[in-house]
C-alpha cells in the first residue's frame, strides 16, 4: 500500500480518537465536585426519626462502648456481646479518668435507644446526661464491676416523638 492510500483511514481514525476525548473530557470537567461534607463528616450514624408509640429495635440503635475500669478488654467485651444482641458498633476505647463502677448509659435519658441499651444490663442502670461525648450513637461505659446481663431486651417504645442516632446504610 502506498502511503496516500493508508493516511486517510489513519488521518480520520485520528479525529474521531480526539472528538471522543473531547467529548468525555468535556463531560467529565463539567461534572460537580463532590460534597466536602460527605468528607469531614466522621460520625457513622445518622438521625432517624422516631414517631410516639413506635418501637425500638437494637438494630437501629448505634452504639460506642468506652473502658472505666482497670482490666483492659471490658470494652472490647461489652462491644461484642451488644453486637450479639444486634445492636450496631460504634467506637470502642478508654473513658480515661472516668469513674464508673458497673454501667452508665451517657445520653438522654428520655431517649427510647437509651433505654433499650440500659435495658440490657437491668433495670437499674443509670442514664446519665451531660458526660462528655466519647463516641457516635449511645454511650455507654462499662467498669470492673459488671458482672452478669439481663436476658436480651428487644425492642422499647418510644414515648414521644424523637430522633435516634441509627447506623449509616452503605
Known amino acids: 500500500m502506498e502511503t496516500r ?9 485520528l479525529v474521531g480518537t480526539t472528538l471522543l476525548m473531547l467529548v468525555v473530557g468535556f463531560i467529565w470537567a463539567t461534572r460537580p465536585f463532590p460534597s466536602l461534607s460527605s468528607y469531614s463528616d466522621s460520625s457513622r450514624c445518622v438521625d432517624t426519626q422516631v414517631a410516639a408509640g413506635q418501637k425500638v429495635h437494637p438494630s437501629e440503635v448505634l452504639v460506642s462502648v468506652f473502658n472505666a475500669g482497670r482490666k483492659s478488654g471490658g470494652a472490647g467485651t461489652a462491644m461484642k456481646k451488644l453486637m450479639r444482641r444486634g445492636f450496631a458498633p460504634g467506637d470502642t476505647g478508654n473513658a480515661g ?4 463502677r458497673k454501667v452508665e448509659i ?5 431517649s427510647p435507644a437509651a433505654q433499650l441499651v440500659a435495658a440490657q444490663f437491668g433495670s437499674g442502670t443509670p442514664i446519665v446526661s451531660g458526660k462528655p461525648v466519647l463516641g457516635d450513637g449511645i454511650v455507654v461505659v462499662v467498669g470492673d464491676g459488671l458482672r452478669a446481663w439481663h436476658p436480651k431486651v428487644a425492642a422499647v417504645t418510644a414515648e414521644a416523638d424523637t430522633y435516634i442516632c441509627g447506623p449509616k446504610v452503605p
Open 5 to 13: 492510500e493508508t493516511s486517510g483511514p489513519t488521518l480520520a481514525f
Open 97 to 100: 479518668t472516668a469513674s464508673v
Open 106 to 110: 451517657w445520653a438522654d435519658p428520655s
